[in-house]
């Protein structure tokens, strides 16, 4: 099973960044204190917990407690943020992301299988 790995600090974000120019990075942007976050991560995992595509870096970064680093990730990007929000990045550009209740296994699927 795969699983996503928490990025808290703007060197590991950087980091991530650079390393989109050799294999693509999802990133899910996370609220702890929100229920339709709370459903994001359930459908992230869900989707983990499949058939995944093994190729991609998978992240997460919890927007409350790493401020800086989703406000980097915001810039470095070009995508306004929100909350949850998902952003799949390769050559260091974002290539497809989506919020709220679009953040669905199936969604996910449809743009990374």
Not at 36 to 41: E, F, G, I, Q, R
Not at 54 to 60: F, K, R, S
Not at 65 to 82: K, L, M
Request: negative net charge.
């Amino acid at each position: 099973m795969m699983k996503w790995r928490e990025i808290d600090t703007i060197e590991e974000w950087q980091s991530a960044l650079e390393a989109s120019t050799d294999k693509p990075v999802v990133i899910l942007k996370h609220s702890t204190t929100c229920p339709v976050s709370a459903n994001a991560l359930k459908e992230y995992d869900d989707y983990l917990a499949g058939s995944p595509n093994a190729e991609p870096d998978y992240l997460l970064v919890k927007v409350i407690e790493s401020r800086p680093v989703s406000n980097q990730i915001a810039a470095d990007t070009g995508v306004t943020h929100q909350s949850p929000q998902i952003i799949c990045i390769k050559n260091k550009h974002s290539y497809w992301n989506t919020s709220h209740w679009s953040i669905t296994t199936e969604h996910i699927s449809a743009v990374l299988d």
